[in-house]
């Protein structure tokens, strides 16, 4: 597995690499805009331009990116809905002048409307959104989540829902979180719990269509369908449940990313990748040495 972490842009789009090499990160996820504002400006030729050169010269090899988290596509009929998609869209393009190529999205809340509803109108909007950016090659990462409230994905059949729905189910994806599944009442602790939630999404939807992994330890225990995130080790499903992930050889050549609480100095990043690097029994995912006094 390629370990890295959720960066900050704060300061431009092209210091989020230099925070995952600061970390030792060979992977990272980013925002392509502000997570908490539904629209933003596009890039500069410059900002472009900045980026995709610091990119050449980081040993971060895998950039992808998260939606904001106003976006919800399962949301029934209303003007943040139709925000939502425009929201999506925006993303979309920004994303696509990074070169990133797909961004991990929850499937959304369907707010009481039921849940035969919700996945109907998640994948309506996607249907709309594609079709807006039917030229664009960015990828939907569908995000399975801990179920809290009326959050559609905590069941993994949610993902093949959508995926049955959407006109053009080459663009969607799947992005596991640990926390998630577990919050959701599957026991990842154990490899057999682990290896039944990768066959449960395979079966529904194909192993191809897994394309990265949030590797991230639950404050809230087994089944509590409460998404708190914790480091690695410091939660209820604990350290040694992650050997079996990050070793899983079916995700070598995926990103695992942390999604884990952090201050500015980012040493929680360090801390949190030497355990996860600690636990991999091979040469896949081990990182450079990291001078701490170089993390700002």
């Known amino acids: 597995m390629i370990l890295g972490a959720h960066c900050s842009t704060a300061g431009g789009v092209h210091r989020a ?6 970390i030792g990160a060979l992977s990272c996820q980013i925002f392509v805009k502000n997570n908490m504002q539904w629209s933003a400006r596009k890039y500069t030729e410059a900002e472009i331009q900045k980026f995709k050169e610091r990119r050449v ?10 939606t904001g988290y106003l976006i919800n596509v399962a949301a029934p009929e209303s003007e943040n809905r139709e925000r939502s998609i425009q929201s999506l869209v925006l993303e979309i393009e920004l994303a696509a002048q ?21 996945l109907r109108q998640a994948a309506d909007a996607l249907n709309n959104v594609f079709n807006a950016t039917r030229k664009l090659p960015v990828r939907i990462a569908l995000e399975n989540t801990a179920g809290q409230g009326t959050c559609l994905g905590h069941d993994l059949q949610h993902l093949k829902a959508v995926y049955q729905r959407v006109r053009r189910p080459e663009r969607l994806g799947v992005c596991l979180d640990t926390a998630h599944c577990f919050a959701a009442d599957y026991d990842v602790r154990t490899e057999a719990g682990w290896n039944g939630v990768v066959e449960a999404v395979a079966a529904a939807v194909g192993l191809d269509q ?18 708190r995130h ?36 980012l040493h929680e990043d360090i801390e949190n990748l030497a355990v996860l690097r600690s636990l991999v029994r091979s040469r896949q995912g081990k990182l450079p040495k990291v001078d701490r006094a170089r993390v700002k």
């Open 98 to 118: 990074l070169g990133v190529p797909f961004l991990v999205l929850h499937p959304g809340a369907h707010l009481g409307a039921g849940e035969e509803a919700g």
């Open 17 to 22: 690499l230099d925070r995952a090499e600061q």
């Open 210 to 227: 897994i394309l990265a992994i949030h590797l991230n330890d639950s404050k809230t225990p087994l089944g509590s369908r409460v998404d």
């Open 57 to 66: 010269g980081s040993k971060c090899g895998v950039v992808f990116g998260h």
């Open 230 to 265: 914790a480091g690695i080790g410091q939660g209820h499903i604990g350290r040694d449940a992650f050997a079996h992930i990050v070793n899983d050889p079916r995700f070598a050549e995926h990103p695992g990313c942390l999604e884990t609480p952090k201050s500015a100095d």
